[in-house]
């Protein structure tokens, strides 16, 4: 069983900065692929970026060149580095845990709000 607290979430102006972190716990950090999927209201929950086992990152095309996702095995951490926040990235943003078996563990979410 793998447990996922996220933190860093907030309100922000638009054009503004956050950075999301998850600390994983319960698991091998190392056997983990991680990622970030984000909800807004209304919405179905969509993925936004993906940190893979062998070092490889995945983005959706929304967040392409404004964030980017990093991973630090020896705090056993997955970051969500968002710049050139808009409006439109209002949402609940989730950590994702996947096992080498393919079960996916949520993190609670953290609330990003971007507005004026």
């Known amino acids: 069983q793998v447990q996922l607290l996220e933190s860093g979430g907030g309100l922000v102006q638009p054009g503004g900065s956050l950075r999301l972190s998850c600390t994983a716990s319960g698991g091998t950090f190392r056997s983990l692929a991680m990622g970030w999927f984000r909800q807004a209201p209304g919405k179905e929950r969509q993925f936004v970026a993906h940190?893979?086992?062998?070092?490889?990152?995945y983005y959706d095309d929304s967040v392409e060149g404004r964030f980017t996702i990093s991973r630090d095995n020896a705090k056993n951490t997955v970051s969500l580095q968002m710049n050139s926040l808009k409006p439109e990235d209002t949402a609940v943003y989730y950590c994702?845990?996947?096992?080498?078996?393919?079960?996916?563990?949520w993190g609670q979410g953290t609330q990003v709000t971007v507005s004026t």
């Open positions: 994702t845990a996947d096992t080498s078996s393919y079960t996916r563990y």
């Open positions: 940190f893979s086992r062998t070092g490889s990152t």
